[in-house]
Nanobody
Framework: QPPLVETGGGLVHTGGSLRLSCDTS????????GAWFRQAPGKEREFVAA????????YYSDSVKGRFTISRDNGKSPVFLQMNSLKPEDTAVYYC?????????????????????WGQGTQVTVSS
């Protein structure tokens, strides 16, 4: 069983909203860097958003900036992703990812290989 389980995906119309959660399955994450990635059919997995170890800093891809908000809860649900003003191009499988380390460079956050724990993903479909 993967250490992370994403929930909250579904089918929405353009302009709609969804809130994704990333629940732990027995692990207690207290100090971590958290992120969301997504993968559309036929495309590589891409960075969406991240939140720093301290929780003080957030980072977003240009394609979601201003529409998505990442947040954290130092407990059972390490990271959330509030998605507003959804577009058909947001359709993808969304994955949460956790790193138990501190990132010292903003360039580190989009690097998939730096995240140790992953969920199996939740499907988000936005209809036009």
């Amino acid at each position: 069983q993967p250490p992370l389980v994403e929930t909250g995906g579904g089918l929405v119309h353009t302009g709609g909203s969804l809130r994704l959660s990333c629940d732990t399955s027995g692990h207690a994450f207290t100090s971590y860097t958290g992120a969301w990635f997504r993968q559309a059919p036929g495309k590589e997995r891409e960075f969406v958003a991240a939140i720093s170890w301290s929780g003080d800093n957030t980072y977003y891809s240009d394609s979601v900036k201003g529409r998505f908000t990442i947040s954290r809860d130092n407990g059972k649900s390490p990271v959330f992703l509030q998605m507003n003003s959804l577009k058909p191009e947001d359709t993808a499988v969304y994955y949460c990812a956790i790193s138990p380390t501190v990132f010292y460079s903003v360039d580190d956050y989009p690097q998939r290989h730096l995240y140790l724990y992953w969920g199996q993903g939740t499907q988000v479909t936005v209809s036009s």
